[in-house]
């Protein structure tokens, strides 16, 4: 078996970009000859894979917008396959365009699939999640055999006479770190949250919760790691963080986004991770925050329910003062936030990447064998 990987809208230092590195870094499966990996200049450097199963391969297309992209799938991608022989496609994008080979897929985008969504979207990004979900839909009804990251991703995005498998994430070793959890009340409390700046991603109720908790008199900060381009300054977030950092100087500290290498170091300057996100896939930050022996409390979405079980504190993202309730008991509790973060470090030896890329490369020449053709 020859596969070959459409890498084409992979993100630098994504979640896809991880997810990616981390399947190619464990690659060991005898029944796959080679692998073609088809992305942007960008996204092979930064992977820096040495194996002489894998090859990489870029075209100027994939190196420029998402129209080039499209262009480059509809019209070059399966010149391309014909030409280094492929017999199998694995697409990470959640779509493609012309079938002429077995074809799998691995959806990672769970937000073209919610229904009347509780978080603010705005009318370009309802207009692009509507374009997503025929994009995905119709690539689902043409593929092989699905790849979902979660049980509720399964249970919402509902195929089921497709063929399909749950592969979680894993986490990588460096994250792992098992330290002793105290609070001096003398010094404050540091909390982070840890995402990028989205509708879906709530911040905008974890920042209404802090501000409750400083009017309380708890001494306490906010890091929103990743919320600091200057472009959305006029929106109500960067106006409202404004407001407070006026009453209680330095207490909302917006941060760029570090490079994944760096992020393990992160974890372990904070007291607490609140992790307010209203929709995910799965939650490969959970799984990083946990190996850290960090302590996190988090939205009640069924996802993050699958990765912490009972080990942890949920809140209603929308309501504030829910969030400010689940804060103050981990500021309170030392006894319940130590328990619980204990707990979560031993569970999250249980997600391997080792294991995310021989179940994922299994089921790929599983399925091939069932639905090869002669190309």
Known sequence: MILAIDASNIILESGGFIHLKQLLVNFNEKK????????????????KIKNKKIYFINHKYLNRGIFYRIFWQIFILNKSLYKFKCSSLFVLGGYFFIKIMPTFMILQNLLPFIKNPSYYESLSNKIRNYILYRLH????????????LSNYSKKIINFPNITNIVVPHGVERQFFFKKKINYKSDKKFKILYLSKLEGYKNHINVVKSIYRLLKQGFPISLTLLGVDNLKYKNLELFNYISQINKEFPQT?????????????KVYRKYDLHVFGSLCESFGIIILETIASSLPIVCTNF????????KNTLYFNGQN????????????????????????????????????????????????????????
């Open 252 to 264: 909302i500290i917006l941060q760029k986004l570090r490079k994944h290498s760096e992020i393990h």
């Open 137 to 148: 839909s119709y690539s689902i009804k043409k593929s092989d055999g699905i790849i979902y």
């Open 32 to 47: 796959i000859k080679k692998i073609y990996v088809f992305s942007s200049q960008k996204i092979i450097e930064g992977l």
């Open 320 to 375: 504030s003062n829910s969030i400010s309730n689940c804060i103050m008991q981990y500021i309170n509790k030392d006894e319940l936030k130590i328990s619980n973060t204990s707990k979560l470090f031993k569970r999250a030896k249980l997600f391997k990447w080792k294991a995310t890329s021989k179940n994922t490369f299994n089921f790929l020449v599983k399925e091939y064998e069932k639905n090869k053709r002669i190309i």
């Open 302 to 309: 069924p996802v993050f329910k699958e990765i912490l079980n």
